[in-house]
């Protein structure tokens, strides 16, 4: 089953924190892209709130996101994440049932979705 972490993390600091604490840990993103079963591992500072960091990931199975948090690339990017003033912290792990995409054919949002019909 397809996993999704996704949530926001805040930190103290001015505007630009969020953006270098995202270019420091450009390496710990980069590793956990490469581990088996990451399909997407984003981290991206809110665009009308920069003192907020977006994370969304995406894991093909329970299994995959388990070995990622054993895996040196996420004890890596927690001790680079340590080294900030965290003030906030909204991080859910989400199960996926089914995919499908938003678009019909002609590149219209679907009037159905999961065979749910407004």
């Not at 270098?20 to 980069?30: E, K, L, T, V």
């Not at 996420?74 to 003030?87: P, V």
Request: glycine share 10%; with cysteine.
């Amino acid at each position: 089953m397809r996993i999704i972490v996704a949530g926001t993390l805040r930190f103290a600091g001015d505007d630009a924190l969020c953006a270098a604490i995202i270019r420091g840990g450009a390496q710990h993103i980069a590793s956990s892209r490469e581990e088996p079963g990451c399909t997407a591992y984003n981290w991206a500072v809110d665009p009308i709130d920069p003192g907020v960091i977006h994370v969304y990931e995406e894991w093909d199975s329970e299994r995959d996101l388990l070995g990622h948090f054993a895996h040196a690339s996420y004890a890596a990017m927690r001790a680079h994440l340590g080294e900030y003033e965290l003030t906030g912290f909204a991080v859910q792990i989400y199960s996926v049932a089914g995919i499908e995409p938003v678009y019909d054919e002609e590149g219209w949002p679907r009037k159905e979705i999961f065979g749910v019909t407004l």
